[in-house]
């Protein structure tokens, strides 16, 4: 892991890996793939599995793969070789190149030949590059100068040689951080990508933690797809993407190509806005009038850089030293100096040296140049006011806005910082801006209200301290250009609530996101300005309740993913008793297209309550109501019908897998044991349903009471089996553990073993591929004419001990 972090190496999660190369529009002909940082080649596999899907298209795949890391090196040529052995097992032609090496520093062996027609030819590329910044003295960055690269980090400088890389119209696909979107460091890299690549795709993740959950990564990360080719798309589809749910409920949409990337922006930023409310923040906010310049005003960088006059810093105050700011006495918007308990100096000598450095008393707005890790506000502004000094020292972490080095007018200072801090402002600022980085670049180039209008919004503010709420009630009444975007904002506040809520409530982690913020949101129709008290509850479908969210929103999602929002949230907010299935009807079919749903009148209640003097008592009284609720249903839940193989009927509690064990029962049973016999079925609800202990102890098989029984077990007499089978839903299939205790607890059995793993869908399959045990059997419900062998001579059969 040391190693990993020195060599900024961030292995890709296998999930992420196959959506990565999902992204890929043209998989047919000749492909030659690229990796140029392929550490264990999780990202060569998935592309390879995207291959075999359509295998007939591929007439043959070459694949070049670079890695630095030895340790990685073994792992790495096994894989390649078994992507290769799969893919000629398919009738695909497949080899390929392994090269364990600096992906930039091989770019010097073949000289400028390594860009000539004969090297540039990769179809395909797909990459996770390291993200470290270029040392200005590294042997790194003399190669890239000598290749007419210039950049400040690895990760774009592997993507811009990949580029260089690609066949006319090849594609790339990678995940890297998000701050080359914007910024003067990256702008000949955003010039040099978007001059010879059409962008296509973008993929944003809403977390900064969510997609390397076990690597302290501090960046926004984003998956991006683009094709070589000079010709610029009409539009790029932006995905805004949850946490785990790569193929699941992710917000989309379609923007055209011109609002993403500006023409006339000599920066070249890259806006990322997901959705319409967002849209019409950037609109509004485009349309101030001011440039910095045309206010009189410039934003700089702090000039003291600590380490570099470390001798004249200083822990307090004297006749010979003055002030210095760094960003922690920033708290709250205010400046607070000294701060309560400093951890850096609080004071710079005025010399010769220094004098260069400090800036002449006057009125400052200060911002601090870097955000924490999944901090809330990205802009954190504040007022600096004369100092009875004769200079001050501001410390490099923090942007100052000034007058041409001067001070400026104080209410112009107070109505820019409260301006800066408005809600608003901080969220138009990360449409551009996806990392935890404010650059001065960034501040100069957005427009900014008139200069008589910030005036009047500092002269409002006065040196009052104002909370957010009221910073924003002022700068919005002030701002009358600003009140048209308000929705955005509010809306953001209203989905944070919902999830306050639902955290209150206890509702489970996997419920806690955005998609269940979102139908808690429609179940009450609480619309961005409508407060709680007002809350409702109006009967929904899924359809009507995912249109809810992109009209009140500007939250739209994919069509297929409707039943997303059925399992993963409605399904448990019924468990919960927060909502009611189908009051207007009880007993309509499940498949019915009128199925739906209603807030529970207790849930509702407690919602009215939410953000009043009352929540906190309606909370703990919902809390009681809901659990007596849930134990009256619990008494009368209703019960499964199954009827087993030999016309007998049964009946299972709801609960549970026992839908998947119904499937089972009537779908498997009949397809591959033919004649069996069942002789035992656990329930959810009791320990089983039927248990021939009697048959089992004439079979030879004494069975271990305290032993964990497979779900179903059926005597398949044509063949003398026991086909032990396990129902896959909450728990996990027959992996190799779960085999030795099969094997263990029916060790006495005379008969032969089979296990089998049931999985309802193919999806829920996937995602224990890994875990599943060779010489076992699997069955998916929703594909029940089929079985998946896993390993070995026999399909569907017994092994005996030396097979095992």
């Given at each position: 892991?040391?190693?990993?972090?020195?060599?900024?190496?961030?292995?890709t999660?296998?999930?992420?890996a196959?959506?990565?190369?999902?992204?890929?529009?043209?998989?047919?002909?000749?492909?030659?793939?690229?990796?140029?940082?392929?550490?264990?080649?999780?990202?060569?596999?998935?592309?390879?599995?995207?291959l075999?899907?359509?295998?007939?298209?591929?007439?043959?795949?070459?694949?070049?793969?670079?890695?630095v890391?030895?340790?990685?090196l073994?792992?790495?040529?096994?894989?390649?070789?078994?992507?290769?052995?799969?893919?000629?097992?398919?009738?695909i032609k497949?080899?390929?190149?392994?090269?364990?090496?600096?992906?930039?520093e091989?770019?010097?062996?073949?000289?400028?030949?390594?860009?000539?027609?004969?090297?540039?030819?990769?179809?395909?590329?797909?990459?996770?590059?390291?993200?470290?910044?270029?040392?200005?003295?590294?042997?790194?960055?003399?190669?890239?100068?000598?290749?007419?690269?210039?950049?400040?980090?690895?990760?774009?400088?592997?993507?811009?040689?990949?580029m260089?890389?690609?066949?006319?119209d090849?594609?790339?696909v990678?995940?890297?951080?998000?701050?080359?979107?914007?910024?003067?460091?990256?702008?000949?890299?955003?010039?040099?990508?978007?001059?010879?690549m059409?962008?296509?795709?973008?993929h944003?993740?809403?977390?900064?933690?969510?997609?390397?959950?076990?690597?302290?990564?501090?960046?926004?990360?984003?998956?991006?797809?683009?094709?070589?080719?000079?010709?610029?798309?009409?539009?790029?589809?932006?995905?805004?993407?949850?946490e785990?749910e790569?193929?699941?409920?992710?917000?989309?949409?379609?923007?055209?190509?011109?609002?993403?990337?500006?023409s006339?922006?000599?920066?070249?930023?890259?806006h990322?806005?997901?959705?319409?409310?967002?849209?019409?923040?950037?609109?509004?906010?485009?349309?101030?009038?001011?440039?910095?310049?045309?206010?009189?005003?410039?934003?700089?960088?702090g000039?003291?850089?600590?380490?570099?006059?470390?001798s004249?810093?200083?822990?307090?105050?004297n006749?010979?030293?003055?002030?210095?700011?760094?960003?922690?006495?920033?708290?709250?918007?205010?400046?607070?100096?000294?701060?309560?308990?400093?951890?850096?100096?609080?004071?710079?000598?005025?010399?010769q040296?220094?004098?260069?450095?400090?800036?002449?008393?006057?009125?400052?707005?200060?911002?601090?140049?870097?955000?924490?890790?999944e901090?809330?506000?990205r802009?954190?502004a504040a007022?600096?006011?004369?100092?009875?000094?004769?200079?001050?020292?501001?410390?490099?972490?923090?942007?100052?806005?000034?007058?041409?080095?001067?001070?400026?007018?104080?209410?112009?200072?107070?109505?820019?910082?409260?301006?800066?801090?408005?809600?608003?402002?901080d969220?138009?600022f990360?449409?551009?801006?996806g990392?935890t980085?404010?650059?001065?670049?960034?501040?100069?180039?957005?427009k900014?209200?008139?200069?008589?209008?910030?005036?009047e919004?500092?002269?409002?503010?006065?040196d009052?301290?104002?909370d957010?709420?009221?910073?924003?009630?002022?700068?919005?009444?002030?701002?009358?250009?600003?009140?048209?975007?308000?929705?955005a904002?509010?809306?953001?506040?209203?989905?944070?609530?919902?999830?306050?809520?639902?955290?209150?409530?206890?509702?489970?982690?996997?419920?806690?996101?955005?998609?269940?913020?979102?139908?808690?949101?429609?179940?009450?129709?609480?619309?961005?300005?409508?407060?709680?008290?007002?809350?409702?509850?109006?009967r929904?479908?899924?359809?009507?309740?995912?249109?809810?969210?992109r009209?009140?929103?500007?939250?739209?999602?994919?069509?297929?993913?409707?039943?997303?929002?059925?399992?993963?949230?409605?399904?448990?907010?019924?468990?919960?008793?927060?909502?009611?299935?189908?009051?207007?009807?009880?007993?309509?079919?499940?498949?019915s297209?009128?199925?739906?749903y209603?807030?529970?009148?207790?849930?509702?209640?407690?919602?009215?309550?939410?953000?009043?003097?009352?929540?906190?008592?309606?909370?703990?009284n919902?809390?009681?109501?809901?659990?007596?609720?849930?134990q009256?249903?619990?008494r009368?839940?209703?019960?499964?019908p199954?009827?087993?193989?030999?016309?007998?009927?049964?009946?299972?509690?709801?609960?549970?897998?026992?839908i998947?064990?119904?499937d089972?029962?009537e779908?498997f049973?009949?397809?591959?044991?033919?004649?069996?016999?069942?002789?035992?079925v656990?329930?959810?609800?009791?320990?089983f349903?039927?248990n021939?202990?009697?048959?089992?102890?004439?079979?030879g098989?004494?069975?271990d009471?305290?032993?964990?029984?497979?779900?179903?077990?059926?005597?398949?007499?044509?063949?003398?089996?026991?086909v032990?089978?396990?129902?896959?839903?909450?728990?996990?299939?027959?992996?190799?553990?779960?085999?030795?205790?099969?094997?263990?607890?029916?060790?006495?059995?005379?008969?032969?073993?089979?296990?089998?793993?049931a999985?309802?869908?193919?999806?829920?399959?996937?995602?224990?591929?890994?875990e599943?045990?060779?010489?076992?059997?699997?069955?998916?419900?929703?594909?029940?004419?089929?079985?998946?062998?896993?390993?070995?001579?026999?399909?569907?059969?017994?092994?005996?001990?030396?097979?095992?």
């Amino acid at each position: 892991m040391k190693q990993r972090s020195e060599l900024c190496q961030f292995l890709t999660p296998a999930p992420v890996a196959r959506f990565m190369a999902k992204q890929f529009s043209n998989l047919s002909g000749h492909v030659s793939l690229l990796d140029p940082g392929a550490g264990v080649g999780v990202l060569t596999a998935a592309f390879v599995e995207q291959l075999l899907a359509n295998p007939n298209q591929v007439e043959s795949c070459f694949i070049t793969a670079y890695e630095v890391e030895s340790t990685f090196l073994s792992s790495l040529k096994q894989c390649l070789t078994e992507c290769c052995t799969v893919l000629e097992y398919r009738g695909i032609k497949a080899n390929y190149c392994l090269y364990n090496k600096s992906f930039i520093e091989a770019a010097t062996e073949k000289k400028s030949p390594f860009f000539t027609a004969s090297y540039t030819s990769f179809t395909h590329a797909v990459l996770n590059p390291p993200y470290k910044k270029i040392n200005s003295k590294s042997i790194e960055k003399e190669i890239l100068l000598s290749l007419g690269i210039e950049t400040v980090n690895l990760y774009s400088a592997f993507v811009w040689i990949t580029m260089l890389q690609l066949i006319d119209d090849g594609e790339i696909v990678a995940i890297t951080p998000r701050s080359f979107c914007n910024g003067t460091y990256f702008r000949p890299f955003r010039k040099a990508f978007l001059g010879n690549m059409k962008l296509s795709k973008l993929h944003i993740f809403k977390s900064r933690t969510a997609t390397f959950s076990e690597d302290k990564i501090l960046q926004e990360n984003i998956i991006f797809h683009a094709v070589k080719t000079k010709n610029k798309p009409d539009n790029i589809e932006i995905t805004n993407i949850s946490e785990n749910e790569l193929e699941g409920f992710s917000e989309f949409r379609c923007v055209p190509y011109r609002e993403v990337i500006e023409s006339n922006d000599s920066e070249m930023f890259i806006h990322i806005v997901t959705n319409s409310l967002e849209d019409s923040l950037r609109l509004q906010m485009d349309k101030f009038s001011s440039t910095l310049e045309e206010l009189g005003l410039e934003v700089s960088t702090g000039p003291v850089v600590d380490f570099r006059l470390k001798s004249a810093l200083r822990n307090c105050l004297n006749e010979q030293s003055v002030p210095l700011l760094y960003p922690e006495s920033i708290k709250a918007g205010e400046i607070l100096f000294p701060p309560s308990n400093p951890r850096k100096p609080i004071a710079i000598e005025q010399n010769q040296e220094t004098a260069k450095w400090l800036v002449q008393p006057g009125w400052y707005v200060l911002i601090k140049r870097f955000s924490a890790k999944e901090e809330k506000r990205r802009i954190s502004a504040a007022v600096c006011s004369p100092i009875d000094a004769p200079a001050l020292g501001i410390e490099n972490h923090l942007n100052y806005y000034h007058a041409k080095g001067k001070g400026i007018n104080p209410d112009l200072a107070r109505g820019l910082a409260a301006f800066l801090n408005s809600t608003l402002f901080d969220s138009y600022f990360r449409q551009f801006n996806g990392h935890t980085q404010v650059n001065a670049t960034d501040l100069r180039r957005v427009k900014y209200p008139c200069k008589n209008e910030l005036i009047e919004l500092g002269s409002q503010i006065g040196d009052s301290f104002f909370d957010q709420l009221q910073i924003d009630t002022v700068v919005h009444k002030t701002l009358s250009i600003m009140s048209e975007a308000t929705r955005a904002v509010q809306a953001s506040k209203r989905i944070e609530e919902a999830l306050a809520i639902l955290k209150d409530i206890s509702a489970p982690r996997e419920q806690q996101n955005e998609r269940s913020a979102l139908c808690l949101l429609a179940l009450a129709d609480i619309q961005p300005e409508t407060p709680w008290r007002q809350a409702t509850a109006p009967r929904g479908r899924i359809t009507e309740m995912m249109d809810w969210f992109r009209d009140r929103y500007g939250k739209q999602y994919a069509p297929n993913t409707r039943e997303t929002v059925r399992r993963k949230t409605m399904h448990q907010f019924v468990q919960m008793g927060i909502v009611v299935e189908n009051p207007d009807q009880p007993e309509r079919p499940i498949n019915s297209p009128k199925w739906c749903y209603q807030l529970h009148q207790q849930a509702l209640s407690l919602l009215k309550s939410y953000g009043s003097a009352q929540w906190e008592e309606a909370r703990r009284n919902y809390a009681v109501s809901v659990t007596n609720l849930l134990q009256d249903r619990n008494r009368n839940i209703p019960l499964i019908p199954i009827s087993l193989p030999d016309g007998q009927a049964i009946q299972l509690s709801s609960g549970g897998q026992n839908i998947l064990i119904k499937d089972i029962l009537e779908s498997f049973c009949p397809r591959f044991t033919p004649g069996g016999v069942v002789l035992y079925v656990g329930d959810a609800g009791d320990k089983f349903i039927i248990n021939e202990s009697q048959k089992f102890r004439e079979m030879g098989v004494e069975l271990d009471p305290h032993g964990k029984m497979p779900d179903v077990v059926v005597h398949y007499t044509p063949q003398d089996w026991l086909v032990l089978i396990e129902a896959v839903t909450s728990h996990g299939p027959v992996n190799l553990k779960r085999h030795n205790e099969l094997k263990q607890l029916f060790e006495s059995s005379r008969k032969g073993l089979v296990f089998v793993t049931a999985f309802p869908s193919r999806k829920e399959m996937t995602r224990y591929l890994a875990e599943i045990s060779w010489e076992t059997e699997v069955w998916v419900a929703d594909q029940p004419d089929h079985m998946i062998h896993f390993n070995g001579e026999r399909f569907l059969g017994p092994y005996e001990s030396e097979y095992l």
